[in-house]
């Protein structure tokens, strides 16, 4: 199969598409596990473009594409900048830390607990999606 | 006269007026420079300064409320439009006027005065003008025409001066009209604004302020240690969920509800808000869903007895219910959950006071069977030997007992504790004593199925108790014996030694030593507490289970037994993850770097007290805590580990060690 893309776009449920790099995308367990060519599992994504593949892996693998259908476009942009601000400051010391706006923080804190959740079990997933 | 005088000055086209005054004797030239001069001077003066040389305002034109702004407002625009002469002349042609009047009514100089502080009228901003009508006065002020300042004028004219005090003046903030006193403060355009206004902006340059302020020395250090202690590292940045909750914390006043957020989220933010102390009655809703199966405050110490009252009516469901600090519930509180909460299983209440014996005997008749873990810590009245026994009658199905600093309790609730069928995690700490046949027999006949057993502060338990704990329990994983000056290293021996239990995940053996100040070493010979010979013993039995290990306060632990255990080359302990070395005083920089590289999984050291730990080089996904000698804070340097792929990296052995010497 040829090299990885560099890049990955994320798409939130209102239809922005954020273009990011595959390594800063990567900071999240469950993209990660999306883009990777060797999983394969139930696609969760959602159930239009679920396909349960047998040699391919997802097919976000395939096209190098997430959709988060309970992620907006707000919230999707914050996201992709934290992933930049994190891989910029990765070893850095007292980092300054990224301004969150209120607003915005509760439905981002959601997200991130979503992104970063270690376990890909269906059942998860599946809960993930219906809440 | 007026010749000589207007010799070096930009003549302006004459008035009618000013002409008409020229007949009467009054130079309007004349009243326009001592109007100069005593602007002048009030800006010398600084602002608000008192006003007793005696200026006054010129009471308007006979007009009042919005027409005075109307006309000021012109005035201020006309002023920055017309020529410098012609304003002049026009703020002469007003003084002039005035004068007439004052004239033409005859009043004598000190009622003018009075009549300047009780501001009739709409102060003309125009700052301090000269007493008219005074003939002495002028020909002084004549002298002062040679002190023309052309900047100053210019500055004068765009720049509009302070009313005096008894004016009034519109807000420049609210536009509303105030009478202008000593204390009124300047807005941000120059303005005077009103007392509500001025509050207001005092309140924010405060704020400021405060926000500005230089932090006291030192407390950028002790963040970080702080940081430390909790376990966030210091290294790049942190992480998303983290500051998503900072954020929440910080503003928690704004935060009106929480949403779909997952249970374990809930949880984290009220932990968050519980040690921020914001968990108040006004946030308490946050955390209230009706589909919640457990309720977690940790500190509940400002809700109110109807609040309590609340969490059980908006969450009739709860199983899980954890309350700390819970000062303020009150019996009819208690009544309420058990009416309520029929599901309830599990039950952890901190420092109840509030709550009655009896109250507490008829949670345990009403709970029964349905009870199965309870915890309670910091109760001082109430909770008596025969209540534990009645729990110990009617609650079956217990399977997990804390009871903490219960200051009632005593020989007769472990006896009664002794006979609770399913019992599994038992936690004790009494203030009464305990006699060791009790004890005894307690781990007589629960031991075989106990997991879990942490008994602190029993001070006279000896080994007879490490014996039975050795010959009954076969399926511990915890075990706590701590704050003891009984038992011996021997007996810890005995114990590790070819016990059938499984190895041990949590071993805590903290403070067990004899405090004599007579003998401050404790006796050598036979050393009281976990010593080399136990260590030693503990390791070989649980070491490869181990996850965590508090030894802190054995001071008979010797520098042999801790090298063998942690600095032989083939020591691997794969499971260690929490190790608090404090205050045994043999550890130093071998020892630790030892643990470092025999302990892969590690995540935190406590060193405190340990003075022959020196420089060290510190792994970077451990945090070293409590190091005497450390300054600057140790230096942490290793591999950095990515998230997802490759797992740990080694310990980069050739990195700086630094440290700051004491």
Known sequence: MATLSQFVTLVSSDDFSFIVLRSAACLSGVIRRMLDPACIIFSHASLLYSVLTLTDGFVEARTNTCHFENISGMVLEKVCEYMYYNEKHRDGKDVPDMDIPPELCLELLMASDYLDSACPSLLHMALLTAA | ?662
């Open chain 2, 1 to 662: 006269m007026s010749g000589r005088r207007n010799g070096n000055r930009i003549r302006g086209p004459q008035s009618a007026l000013t002409d008409f005054l020229a007949a009467n004797n009054i130079s309007a030239a004349q009243i326009r420079d001592d109007h100069e001069r005593r602007q002048r001077e009030a800006r010398n003066n600084g602002e608000g300064s008192s006003t007793a040389a005696g200026a006054e305002a010129t009471p308007a034109i006979g007009e009042d409320g919005a027409d005075e702004d109307v006309v000021e407002r012109d005035e201020e625009e006309e002023e920055r439009v017309r020529v410098e002469s012609k304003k002049r002349k026009r703020k002469g042609e007003v003084e002039a006027l005035e004068k007439i009047k004052k004239a033409k009514a005859g009043k004598g100089k000190g009622k003018e005065e009075k009549g300047k502080w009780k501001g009739k009228g709409k102060g003309k901003a125009q700052g301090k003008k000269g007493k008219k009508g005074d003939p002495d006065e002028d020909d002084d002020d004549g002298d002062s025409d040679d002190d023309f300042d052309p900047d100053d004028l210019g500055r004068d004219m765009y720049k509009k001066s302070r009313p005096l005090p008894g004016q009034f003046e519109h807000c420049e903030i609210c536009s509303k009209r105030f009478t202008v006193t000593p204390y009124n403060i300047e807005g941000p355009d120059g303005g005077l604004v009103c007392t509500p206004c001025g509050k207001e902006l005092k309140k924010d340059v405060k704020a400021e302020k405060k926000s500005a302020a230089k932090q006291p020395q030192g407390r950028k250090r002790r963040k970080l240690e702080s940081d430390r202690l909790d376990g966030l590292v210091n290294r790049g940045a942190k992480s998303l969920q983290q500051m998503c909750i900072e954020t929440v914390a910080k503003h928690h006043d704004d935060v009106e509800e929480l949403g779909d957020m997952p249970a374990p989220l809930v949880e984290r933010l009220s932990q968050i808000f519980s040690k921020q102390r914001v968990l108040k009655p006004k946030t308490l809703p946050l955390f209230l869903r009706p589909d919640l199966q457990s309720v977690v405050l940790h500190d509940a110490a400002y809700l109110e007895a109807d609040d309590y009252k609340q969490i059980f009516a908006v969450v009739p469901n709860v199983q899980k219910l954890v309350l700390g600090n819970t000062c303020q519930m009150k019996d009819e509180a208690m009544e309420y959950m058990l009416e309520r909460c029929l599901k309830l299983k599990h039950v952890q209440l901190y420092a109840s006071n509030l709550v009655s014996t009896e109250m507490w005997e008829k949670f345990f008749t009403v709970m029964g069977g349905r009870l199965e873990s309870l915890a309670l810590k910091w109760l001082d009245n109430a909770l008596e030997d025969e209540s534990v026994e009645i729990m110990a009658r009617e609650c079956r199905n217990v399977r997990r007992l804390k009871f903490k600093l219960c200051r009632r309790l005593g020989e007769r609730a472990v006896v009664a504790i002794a006979t609770l069928p399913k019992l599994q995690h038992l936690s004790l700490q009494l203030s009464r004593d305990v006699s060791n046949e009790a004890l005894i027999s307690l781990v007589e006949q629960r031991g075989p199925k106990l997991l879990t057993l942490s008994l602190e502060k029993f001070l006279d338990a000896d080994e007879t108790l490490l014996s039975a704990i050795h010959d009954h329990c076969r399926s511990l994983q915890k075990l706590r014996v701590s704050e003891n000056d009984t038992v011996t290293d021997a007996a810890f021996t005995s114990l590790f030694t070819a016990w059938p239990n499984p190895p041990l995940v949590f071993a805590d053996f903290n403070a067990t030593r004899d405090i004599d100040n007579n003998n401050s070493d404790g006796p050598l010979e036979d050393p009281i507490g976990l010593g080399s010979a136990g260590f030693t013993a503990l390791m070989a039995h649980s070491g490869q289970a181990l996850k965590h290990l508090d030894i802190s306060s054995c001071r008979h632990i010797d520098i042999v037994a801790l090298s063998e255990a942690f600095c032989s080359p083939d020591a691997v302990y794969p499971a260690l993850e929490y190790i608090n070395v404090s205050f045994c005083s043999r550890v130093d920089t071998e020892v630790v770097e030892g643990i470092f590289k025999a302990c892969p999984a590690l995540k935190k050291l406590v060193a405190f007290g340990c003075f022959d730990v020196g420089a060290v080089r510190v792994p970077g996904s451990v945090v070293l805590i409590g190091v005497p000698r450390a300054r600057e804070g140790i230096e942490q340097f290793g591999g950095y580990f990515d998230g997802g792929g490759e797992g740990m990296q080694g310990l980069e052995i050739g990195g700086m060690a630094v440290e700051v010497s004491a």
